[in-house]
C-alpha cells in the first residue's frame, strides 16, 4: 500500500516523501482512513509505529482550505504528557505541512508564556500542548476554543501516570460539543478504558478502534540483553561497556533526577562525555541537550522517565536501562526509543538483586526471558535467580475512589464511575 492510496493531497504526499516514508505502517493504514471520514477514534499502538503521523496527515487534510483564522482561535487541540513530546509533535507537523498554508505551535511550561501569547493572538490550526500550560493561557484567555474541530489526546496512559486526569477534564469542559475525538495510548489501562469508553456516550455511532500489537510486545527489530550486576558496581560495568564495545551512541535511562547527576558525574571522572536531562533542568537547557543528542554532538544521554516519549532519532543505536523500570509497559515504551520504523537497535538492561520482581513482570509480558550474557570483571555477589516466566505480580489494594476523595485522580475517577465526568467529552 502506498501514502497515495490513503486520500492524501498531493502537498501532504510530497512532504511525506521528501521525509523518505514509502510506504505507510498499520497503525497509518489503518487510522488515516478512518479519520478522513470524521469518525472519533481510540488507537492503540506502541511507541515508533508511526501513530503520530496517523493523526497529524489526516489533520493537514481536513485543514488545508479552512482559510484565515479568528485571533487566538484553533481548529485542532493535541494534548501531549511532555514537553519534549509536544516539541516533537509540532516538528513533525511543521514538516509535514511545508507546503500547506497551515500554522502550528508546541505550549508547554518551563518557559515564559508571554512569547506563546503573542503567537496565539494571529490564530493558530493546529496546537500542541501540555495540560498545565494550557490551562494557564486559558484562564488569561489567551486562547479560546469555540471553533475548535478535533481533540487528539496522545499517549493518554503516559497522561494517566503522570496525573493529568483532572486537567484533561477541566480543557475538556471548555471545549466544543461538537468535534472530532481522537485517542491514542500505547496500553489500555482501566483508567485509560474509563476514558475511551466516554467517546461512544450518547453518540449514535460509537467510537471506532484500532488496536495495533495487542499484546504490547517490544519490536522485533530490537536485540534485548541484560546483565546482572551488584548496585555499586553500575556505574563502572556502563563505563567498561562504553569503552570496551566502543559504543557510538546511547539513551541510558535512570529512575530519579540526582541520580542522572551523579552518573553523569561518574561517567566523566571515567573519561566519557554525557549529560541529562530530567524534571529539573529548565527547558531550554533540556532542549540544547537533546538537540546536541540529536544532532551526535552528545554521545550519552542520561535521561529519567520524562524524556521516555519525547525522543524520537531515527537511527539510535541503544537504549540502557541503568534502571529497571517498575512496569513493564514503561520498559516497553523505553527500549522503544531505538529499533523505530525500518530500522534495527539494542536495548541492554542492568539488573540488580533487588530487580527480579521486575524483571519477571517484563519478562511475562513480552513472553520470552531475555538473554543473560556475562562480562570478565565484573562478577555478581548478589546473584539474580533464574526468571519465573508466569510471574504475576501481586496487586495493591485498590481503594474505590469516590468524587469526594481528596486529590485531583480521586476526584477524576470517581466523576467517571459515577457517570459524571467528561460530558462534554464524549457527546
Not at 493572538?121 to 490551562?135: E, K, M, Q
Not at 476554543?145 to 496522545?154: G, K, P, Q
Amino acid at each position: 500500500m502506498a501514502f497515495s492510496t490513503l486520500g492524501l493531497c498531493d502537498p501532504v504526499l510530497q512532504a511525506v516523501d521528501e521525509r523518505g516514508y514509502t510506504q505507510p505502517t498499520p497503525i497509518q493504514q489503518k487510522a488515516i482512513p478512518l479519520i478522513l471520514a470524521g469518525k472519533d477514534l481510540i488507537a492503540t499502538a506502541q511507541t515508533g509505529t508511526g501513530k503520530t503521523a496517523a493523526f497529524v496527515l489526516p489533520l493537514l487534510e481536513r485543514f488545508k482550505h479552512s482559510g484565515k483564522l479568528r485571533g487566538k482561535r484553533i481548529r485542532a487541540l493535541i494534548l501531549t504528557p511532555t514537553r519534549e513530546l509536544a516539541v516533537q509533535i509540532e516538528a513533525n507537523i511543521a514538516a509535514y505541512s511545508k507546503y500547506l498554508d497551515l500554522r502550528s505551535m508546541a505550549v508547554y511550561g518551563g518557559v515564559a508564556t508571554e512569547p506563546q501569547q503573542q503567537r496565539l493572538i494571529t490564530g493558530i490550526d493546529i496546537v500542541v500542548a501540555t495540560p498545565g500550560r494550557l490551562l494557564d493561557l486559558a484562564h488569561q484567555r489567551a486562547v479560546h476554543f469555540d471553533v475548535l474541530e478535533v481533540l487528539v489526546l496522545d499517549e493518554v496512559d503516559r497522561m494517566a501516570d503522570m496525573g493529568f486526569i483532572q486537567k484533561i477534564d477541566k480543557i475538556i469542559e471548555r471545549l466544543p460539543d461538537v468535534r472530532q475525538n481522537l485517542l491514542f495510548s500505547a496500553t489500555m489501562s482501566r483508567n485509560v478504558r474509563e476514558l475511551a469508553d466516554g467517546f461512544s456516550v450518547g453518540k449514535v455511532e460509537p467510537a471506532a478502534e484500532v488496536t495495533i500489537s495487542p499484546d504490547v510486545k517490544a519490536a522485533p527489530s530490537i536485540t534485548q540483553w541484560l546483565i546482572t550486576v551488584d548496585k555499586d558496581t553500575k556505574s563502572a560495568l556502563l563505563s567498561h561497556l562504553i569503552k570496551e564495545q566502543q559504543w557510538d551512541q546511547a539513551l541510558i535511562f535512570i529512575e530519579k533526577k540526582h541520580a542522572a547527576a551523579k552518573l553523569v558525574s561518574q561517567l566523566e571522572k571515567r573519561g566519557i562525555t554525557a549529560d541529562s536531562i530530567h524534571g529539573g533542568r529548565s527547558q531550554a537547557v533540556r532542549e540544547k541537550i537533546l538537540a546536541d543528542f540529536k544532532a551526535g554532538e552528545l554521545k550519552y544521554l542520561v535521561a529519567t522517565g520524562v524524556a521516555a516519549r519525547g525522543i524520537d532519532i531515527g537511527k539510535l543505536s541503544r537504549v540502557v536501562n541503568y534502571d529497571l523500570p517498575f512496569k513493564p509497559e514503561e520498559y516497553i515504551h523505553r527500549i522503544g526509543r531505538t529499533g523505530r520504523v525500518n530500522e534495527v537497535g539494542e536495548a541492554i538492561s542492568l539488573v540488580a538483586a533487588g530487580d527480579f520482581k521486575n524483571l519477571c513482570a517484563i519478562e511475562s509480558r513480552l513472553n520470552h526471558v531475555i538473554e543473560r550474557r556475562e562480562i570478565a570483571g565484573f562478577p555478581v555477589r548478589k546473584v539474580v535467580p533464574v526468571s519465573i516466566l508466569n510471574y504475576v505480580r501481586k496487586s495493591r489494594p485498590q481503594v474505590k475512589a469516590t468524587p469526594s476523595e481528596s486529590g485531583p485522580y480521586g476526584k477524576a475517577v470517581g466523576k467517571i464511575r459515577a457517570g459524571k465526568a467528561n460530558k462534554n467529552f464524549i457527546k
